[in-house]
């Protein structure tokens, strides 16, 4: 008997109009052009009923998104919100309906989390309509899509 694979998803999360708020949809791009078979990547808004959807049965989601915490543009936080919320300072605030971490409550409250939710933050410099994102951020992109990808690989038994 053949074992299932695990169902791994990740997800760019971003408004693309909006500087370093595009993140997210930054690393959803990368991995689209490195992912092995078997890694699903989709690309959302941040609105909450959308993420549940995109996760719903996944064994692991990995989440990236833009942060605004204080910390240097570029920086990458890990956390693993499968039992504990996210902190609020980092991901309290958003420019695409609730925050990440209010999403995530709702899924926790209404009993709609993967199996195993971990969340990339990338730290934010600038979220103006328009503009290009900071450099930092992009090279917080490129790590945060290293690391979902090596984290990816390690779900799937391949890396």
């Not at 942060?67 to 605030?93: I, M, Q």
């Not at 409250?109 to 939710?117: E, H, Q, T, V, Y």
């Amino acid at each position: 008997m053949t074992e299932t694979p695990p169902r791994v998803v990740a997800i760019g999360i971003g408004n693309a109009l909006r500087a370093d708020d595009a993140a997210g949809l930054a690393v959803a791009a990368r991995l689209r052009s490195e992912a092995p078979p078997g890694i699903e990547i989709l690309e959302r808004d941040g609105d909450p009923g959308a993420l549940m959807e995109a996760w719903a049965g996944a064994d692991v989601a990995l989440v990236a998104d833009a942060v605004a915490s204080g910390a240097p543009a570029g920086e990458v936080h890990r956390l693993d919100a499968t039992e504990v919320p996210l902190p609020a300072p980092t991901f309290g605030c958003s420019t695409h309906a609730i925050g990440l971490g209010e999403a995530v409550e709702l899924a926790r409250a209404l009993d709609r989390m993967p199996g195993r939710l971990v969340v990339y933050g990338i730290e934010g410099a600038g979220w103006e309509a328009g503009a290009a994102p900071d450099p930092a951020v992009v090279r917080g992109v490129d790590a945060a899509a290293a690391a979902i990808l090596g984290e990816a690989r390690a779900a799937l038994g391949s890396g």
